[in-house]
């Protein structure tokens, strides 16, 4: 959320109001019930209180997301949550009326197992077609495999596989309670 934050901010001319965001952010949260801090909600409350800061007014635009919060459209506990005085201000805005007869829609199963595969698909691919986006899981899927960072699991010998990939050293020695290990690249051999 907060790298999300200071791209938007930098892309505006605004980086330097990042602060007064994150600390808007905070009281933004505090008036949603103190909503967990995961996609899409930090989303929510990270661009409202942006919203805030830069128009210098709260809550005097809304996001259509926050207006669907405060009226139960993510949750019923999560708008009893909300602060009765922000909520009674956002449910008094002309979009929030657009919005409280609107249900999301709620295909069948046969209409979502048509739009993404068809009956091949077994029901794990069809629940992440429909969450993710079949695009993006075949995008997924297409690119090469995630890049293996340093592992705990195997600390030395990653550290090792790590150390004979480097070109400026000849030779490698580890020495630790008693126990010493030397590794030394032969010309014309990898090590």
């Known amino acids: 959320m907060i790298s999300n934050l200071r791209h938007q901010l930098k892309n505006l001319g605004m980086l330097h109001r990042l602060d007064e965001v994150l600390e808007e952010a905070v009281r933004v949260r505090a008036d949603l019930g103190y909503p967990i801090m995961v996609t899409p909600f930090s989303q929510f409350v990270g661009s409202q209180a942006a ?3 830069i128009r210098g007014e709260r809550y005097s635009q809304v996001t259509d997301q926050v207006i669907q919060y405060a009226l139960g459209h993510w949750g019923e506990e999560a708008a009893d949550e909300v602060d009765p005085n922000i909520r009674d201000k956002l449910l008094d805005l002309p979009r929030a009326k657009e919005f409280a007869g609107w ?4 295909p069948s199963l046969k209409e979502v197992r048509a739009r993404l595969g068809g009956p091949g698909v077994n ?5 992440m077609r429909y969450v993710v986006g079949k695009d993006d899981v075949e995008a997924m899927r297409a690119a090469a495999a995630p890049r293996e960072y340093i592992s ?3 600390p030395l010998l990653t550290l090792l596989q790590d150390l004979t990939r480097r070109t400026e050293c000849r030779q490698i020695y580890i020495q630790k309670d008693g126990l010493s290990v030397t590794l030394e690249k032969r010309a014309g051999s990898g090590v």
Do not use: F, T, Y
């Open 123 to 127: 029901d794990d691919e069809l629940l």
């Open 51 to 53: 919203i805030n800061v």
């Open 152 to 154: 705990a699991r195997k």
């Open 103 to 106: 249900h999301p829609p709620q």
